[in-house]
């Protein structure tokens, strides 16, 4: 059975830093793309990056380009999220999820499996 467990979520002021993780076991990740998505209260989950199999190809969302980095340790079996400069708008539970394939995926629904998420919450 594959299982994904988030962790390194917490409360943050506006302008700090932290680092997801996203340990994976049941299966082994390193032929499979993976990706980070959100969901804030009274919002539908919405995708944030995206990473291939091999860590050579990423994507993300507008609203975090240039302050996260998806990254990957197939060795590990984990996923990684670095949120630097957070925002009070980058306040949600966030999932991570793993794809059934290589490539890489903006939409929720390719994804076959889900972790049950780790709160970030970003003080003012």
């Known amino acids: 059975q594959v299982q994904l467990v988030e962790s390194g979520g917490g409360l943050v002021q506006a302008g700090g830093s932290l680092r997801l993780s996203c340990a994976v076991s049941?299966?082994?990740?390193?032929?499979?793309?993976m990706g980070w998505f959100r969901q804030a209260p009274g919002k539908e989950r919405e995708f944030v990056a995206t990473?291939?199999?091999?860590?050579?190809?990423?994507y993300y969302a507008d609203s975090v380009k240039g302050r996260f980095t998806i990254a990957r340790d197939n060795a590990k079996n984990t996923l990684y999220l670095q949120m630097n400069s957070l925002k009070p708008e980058d306040t949600a539970v966030y999932y991570c999820?793993?794809?059934?394939?290589?490539?890489?995926?903006?939409?929720?629904?390719?994804?076959?499996?889900w972790g049950q998420g780790t709160q970030v919450t970003v003080a003012s």
């Open positions: 999820a793993v794809r059934g394939t290589f490539s890489t995926s903006f939409s929720l629904g390719e994804y076959d499996y």
């Open positions: 049941g299966r082994s990740i390193s032929s499979y793309a």
């Open positions: 990473i291939n199999w091999i860590g050579s190809v990423s």
